[in-house]
Each structure stands twice: as C-alpha cells, then as structure tokens.
C-alpha cells in the first residue's frame, strides 16, 4: 500500500535527535576532528586579544572555519555563513547545535587581520609534523615546481608609475611611499623584469603583471613535496615574476627545518637547473635531479651545444667542432665565469657557422670557475635514475597543483602577499590532512585527541596500532 506524506516538519521539539549520529563515521570532517588539534591556537593567539570587552568568537572555531570555507572551496565568508545553518556536518565539525548563533562572517576578515599568516604557518609545520611522526614522509627526496594563482585584482588598477598625470596626484604619491615600503620585504626574493617595476596595481600591490598567455596580476606559489606520500612539507609565496629557480634554497631550508631530515635528492624541471643551483646542491651534497637549463637553451636555438666543444686543460682553450682554438677572453667576475671565443674571422669563414652560432662576432663559450664540479653535476643530473626521477616529477607535481585547484588555489580569495600566504598555508594544510586521513584509517577518536604534536610516544602508538603497514590509497 502507497504510503503518503503527511505534515512536513511540524514538529516543534526532536526528543531522539543527536547531532553526532548524523554525521558518518567516515565523514572527512570527522576523521579531520579526530585526528588535527585545533586547541592549539589558543596558546598562539592568546597575546592578541584583551583581558575586558566582548567575548570572541572562540579561535579554534574561526580555524575551523576557515578550514571550511577552503575545504570546500566556498566562494565567499557570507556564502560560508549562509550555508552553514543548512549543513549538519558543518555544526558537528564547530562544536555547534541545531540552534546556536551563528557568526556573522566579517569574523573571519577580523581573526585574520588581528592573528597575521603566522598562526595558519604554525597549523600547516603541525600538520608537516604530525605527518612526519606518523611515518608518511621520508623526507630525501623531494620534488619542487611552482604554479600562478591570478591575483584578486584587475589588469584596469595596474597604474603605470612613470606617468606624470598620476605622479602629480596625492593619492598616487601615498601609494608609492606604501609600495616603497613593501618593495624591500616583498621583492628581496628574487628580480623583477623592468616592466614590473614600472607597471603596479594600485589595489593589490604586491602582485606582479606576468605574461603568460594573457597578461594577468598573479602570484606564485612553489612547493617542496616528498615524494613517499606527496606530503607537501614546505611552501613559499612570491609575486608572479619571481624567477622559481630562486627559490630553491629557502625550499630546501623550511624542508629540512620542519621535517628534521636532510634532503638528499631534489628532482624540478629544467627552469631550477641552473648554474647557481647546480652548484649550491654541489655545496650541500645534494643530488640535483633537473634538467640544465644552458643546455635546454642551446638546443631549442638549434646551434651546437657547449657539449659538443672540447676543453683542453694543458692549453687551456676549447676546440671547436671544425676543430678551430677557442682562446681565453675575459673573466666576468659577477657571472664567476671566463669567456672563450675563436677569432671573428674564422668564424666568419666557417662553413658550421650557421650550425654554430647568430653571433655576428662569432661563438663564444662561457666556463664557470668551478666548470668540473658543475660537469660532475650535470652528469648526474642525466642519469637513468635522474630521469626517471624527472618523469614522476612531472606527475607528482601536477596532481599537488591540481588538488590545489580544487580547493580554490587558482585564484587568490584575497589581497595582498600575507594573505595570499594565509590561503596557501591553508590549502597544504588541508592537502595533507587528506593525506594523513588517508593513509592513517580509523583512528578512535579518545585515543587520538590525546596526541600532541611532537609527541613522539603516542604518535609511534597510533602508528604502530592503526597506520602501518599502509594499503589505503588516495
Ligand atoms: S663558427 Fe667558429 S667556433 Fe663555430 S665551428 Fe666554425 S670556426 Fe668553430
């Protein structure tokens, strides 16, 4: 017999409803409460608030919050606050019931400007750590890339500092002592193309016009990932025009710093192979796996290598390929490197010339002080090992950026670079929990809201009990 429907939702009072049986056991948030500390932030937060006035929205909600809003890539904090009534998983996650206040969404704006990215760095190294304890990192060898995210500016607030008209304006001279200001802590990262300097958006400053494909206002995020379970353990934000390679070294820094491990292998694409890279592996005993980028560039300009000219140590000259003397020219000490070049009219004459060089003086070859170190390097670097390590690199690194974008890393949720920090801290953060979660299964929750990071004894316990020998796949 057809049931049918009778009154929709009269009830007044629920006598047998609990929030907590609603929410699956499986549930991503509940595992993510089990096994993330969010009590942290109280200890972290404590000097930013006063002892009288109003009473705050408790901070490890506002974390918890914010983790939503990313998490679920909501588009905007009024969205996040509208939706959250309607989601019973929501509540359960904050600690709320069916019928508690629920903030009005500039707390979010607030808690932010009044904590700074620090307090969302601490949660992403808890979470590094946490993961590090539980056995998913390995920490050797790491993988790096670095990926745009357009900047919540338009291309119309781009103002162009040498013109007149706006120099004249007050508004504009304020601005340019703002950006002055920031120019040093912002920009010590790496340099900035003429066209950078010249060009700046007056809303959001801090990002830089890049031309890739359209001419845009982006940021640039660069990640270190382990390669053992693709924990991301250590992340940087820059302006759009910072040159990756750049960033190598601060990458490997925060690496070894949070996961207290040192790096032995590094694998980037050929952008990070450069010469000052090479060598600072070389200088750290770190294997560089990554394309050179010289050669890279020899060979898309079709003319011979630097390879194919031989170096003679007792002349102290390279051989061409027609087997013509390239002689000492110069030293540049600011390249730490000697030119070599055959005589302008050899060149001029050579049959290969066209295969050789565009140079209307002839070809020249650049040798490093420390050419033979770089050599070693470089060899390495072309392996079969290295290689292969180059090829998973390429899918490695895509799927962290495209696990990113599906938690909004596309486009940046908010102005200027600290901001631009908080979203990424937030977005690993969240990464790695599905990772943790993942790969760590069930977890009672009594015995997990006992760990404390770097706690190693309990940790090692949950591990032994529940984590390894892992079969869980992402
Ligand atoms: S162009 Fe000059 S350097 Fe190149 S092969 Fe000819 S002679 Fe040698």
């Known amino acids: 017999m057809m049931g049918r429907q009778k009154g929709k939702q009269g009830k007044l009072f629920y006598y047998n ?36 006035g109003n009473v705050s929205i408790p901070p490890p909600v506002i974390l918890k919050l914010m983790l939503l809003l990313i998490f679920y890539n909501v588009r905007s904090e009024r969205e996040l606050m509208d939706t959250l009534p309607e989601r019973l998983d929501w509540l359960w ?5 069916l019928d508690s206040d629920i903030p009005n969404h500039s707390v979010l704006s607030k808690a932010r400007k009044r904590w700074g990215a620090g307090v969302f760095k601490n949660l992403f190294e808890r979470i590094v750590w946490q993961c590090v304890e539980a056995g998913l ?40 002592a703002r950006l002055e200001e920031k120019a040093e802590s912002t920009r010590a990262s790496g340099p900035y193309s003429k066209i950078n300097k010249r060009y700046i958006s007056s809303t959001d400053p801090d990002a830089a016009i890049v031309r890739r494909g359209k001419a845009k206002l982006r940021y640039q995020i660069h990640r270190a990932v382990d390669g053992k379970n693709e ?43 450069t010469i000052e890279n090479f060598l600072a592996c070389r200088d750290r005993d770190i294997k560089a796996h990554m394309p050179d980028l010289h050669r890279a560039k020899g060979t898309k300009q079709n003319i011979f290598s630097q390879d ?19 002689k000492r020219k110069s030293l540049h000490k600011k390249r730490q490197s000697i030119d070599y070049a055959a005589p302008k009219k050899v060149c001029a004459v050579c049959e290969l010339r066209e295969q050789c060089t565009k140079n209307k003086a002839g070809r020249s070859i650049k040798r490093h002080l420390r050419q033979e170190e770089l050599e070693r390097m470089r060899q390495a670097s072309i392996s079969p090992v290295a290689k292969r390590d180059i090829k998973t690199r390429q899918h490695l690194m895509e799927r962290s950026f495209a ?7 596309k486009r940046a949720r908010w102005r200027g670079s600290w901001r631009m920090e908080i979203q990424e801290y937030m977005t690993c953060a969240i990464q790695n929990i599905q990772v943790l979660i993942s790969r760590c299964g069930p977890v009672k929750e009594a015995a997990v809201n006992a760990v404390s990071v770097k706690t190693k004894e309990v940790l090692s316990k949950i591990r032994k009990h529940h984590c390894l020998p892992c079969e869980l796949s992402l």
């Open 137 to 176: 990192i390995d920490g050797k060898k790491i993988f790096m890339d670095s990926s745009l995210v357009d900047a919540d500016a338009s291309t119309n607030s781009v103002i162009d500092t040498k013109n007149l008209k706006h120099q004249l304006k007050k508004n504009y001279q304020q601005l340019e």
């Open 308 to 326: 194919q000219f031989k170096y003679d140590p007792t002349k102290d000259v390279y051989i061409c390929p027609i087997g013509n003397e390239l």
């Open 231 to 273: 924990i991301i353990t250590a992340t940087n934000v820059t302006p759009g025009d910072v040159n990756e390679a750049h960033e190598m070294t601060s990458l490997v820094d925060l690496h070894e710093e949070l996961t207290e491990v040192t790096v032995d292998t590094i694998v980037a694409d050929s952008k990070y192979g």
């Open 93 to 97: 996650f904050l600690g709320y019931d």
């Open 17 to 52: 409803f609990c929030l907590d049986d609603k929410v699956r056991n499986n549930h991503p948030l509940r595992k993510t409460a089990a096994f993330i500390d969010f009590d942290f932030i109280y200890n972290e937060v404590s000097d930013k608030y006063g002892d009288n």
């Open 403 to 409: 696990r990113g974008e599906r938690l909004g890393i």
